[in-house]
């Protein structure tokens, strides 16, 4: 931006012809309905950066503008763009995953180039590997589950859907299971899959309306869940979370917008299992960790669950999507042959 400027055309006009740029509009997207900007990356439409448009249409200006023009001028023309740069992005889209080297049909195993008129919002940190391989990670889940195959096999039909369709089931995970069991291992196992911008945390503490806690999470894959002190508040939001109905879009200051759909999976852990309400109920697939491991024999598990995350990616999106989907529907298995303890790591959170 310039502080010294002549004379420049009404904001409006500027607006009109500055979405014709091809640095704006080949780059920035402004979607009506949740009210957000979004930046195409050059793999996936992304809103994480509020004022990501900013460096495009300042560029856009100096060549439009060179004899210079005011901050002022600059923000009532970025106002006005909001108009005149409409898109519709997708949350809902099936069959493509966005990977850093490309655009995966899921169903064909096909990998493509991004397409930014599929105004996909969302992709996962690393590369499409189909010939990588998992083997500690299997044997973990395997330990986790007791050495239960059809358990591992719920597991991994969960995170199939975490990278694909699997949010249409309306169904949450619930692994319950002692301390040192693996629970917290898998839901970082998860977190990895889907990528820090795509994991989102719901902690249940407010005792008003939880409307803008919910805005936080729509285009999360995964959602982590906590019940905090207010009870009530979280069996409500879960249901939201979880009902494939929709829930009102609303962020402070700003206009209420949607309703939105939720397009991620909720997965919890508990001690003991919890008594949910009827409707939430019905959506829950309860797994068991019994496998505890022992003081002082606890692993460090992150860095083998990153270098090993593309053939996650590869093992869990080769499954057969009607047996993901009938696993995921259906009553999940508890864990019964028992193996030797002290297998199962821990894992933590990084800081």
């Known amino acids: 931006m310039h502080s010294a400027y002549r004379s420049t055309p009404p904001p409006a006009i500027a607006a009109a012809e500055l979405s014709e740029a091809p640095v704006v509009k080949d780059n920035c997207g402004y ?9 195409f990356n050059g793999k996936f439409w992304d809103s994480s950066d509020k004022y990501a448009p900013y460096p495009f249409l300042d560029r ?11 901050s002022q001028f600059f923000y009532r023309v970025f106002r006005l763009l909001k108009g005149c740069l409409n898109i519709s992005v997708n949350p809902y889209i099936t069959g493509f995953t966005t990977f850093t080297n490309g655009m995966l049909n899921t169903e064909t195993g096909e990998l493509l180039e991004p397409d930014r008129e599929k105004y996909i919002p969302w992709g996962v940190p690393y590369d499409y590997v189909p010939t990588a391989q998992c083997p500690g990670v299997q044997e973990f889940l395997l330990q986790c589950a007791s050495g239960d195959t059809e358990t591992v096999q719920v597991l991994r039909a969960f995170m199939r859907g975490l990278l694909t369709d699997g949010w249409k089931l309306n ?21 990895l899959l889907v990528g820090d911008d795509n994991m989102g945390i719901e902690f249940s503490y407010r005792t008003s309306n939880s409307d803008f806690s919910l805005a936080t999470l729509y285009k999360r894959k995964l959602v982590e869940f906590n019940f905090g002190p207010n009870r009530a508040m979280g069996m409500r939001n ?14 402070k200051y700003e206009k209420q917008a949607g309703p939105v759909i939720f397009t991620g999976m909720v997965i919890t852990t508990e001690d003991k299992y919890v008594v949910y309400t009827d409707k939430i109920r019905e959506r829950k697939l309860a797994i068991r960790f019994d496998n505890v491991v022992p003081v002082g024999k606890e692993r460090y598990l992150l860095p083998e669950f990153e270098a090993e995350i593309e053939g996650v990616a590869s093992w869990v999106l080769a499954m057969d999507p009607k047996k993901a989907n009938q696993l995921l529907s259906g009553a999940a298995p508890t864990g019964r042959k028992a193996v030797p303890a002290g297998q199962v790591g821990r894992a933590y959170k990084p800081h």
């Open 31 to 39: 979607d009506p309905v949740l009210r957000r900007w979004f930046i």
């Open 171 to 191: 169904r949450f995970l619930e692994i319950v299971g002692p301390g040192f069991t693996g629970k917290t291992a898998f839901v970082h196992l998860c977190h």
């Open 60 to 70: 856009a200006m100096d060549d439009m503008f060179p004899q210079g023009y005011s």
């Open 238 to 251: 879960l249901e939201a979370l979880t009902s494939g109905k929709g829930f009102t879009f609303r962020r």
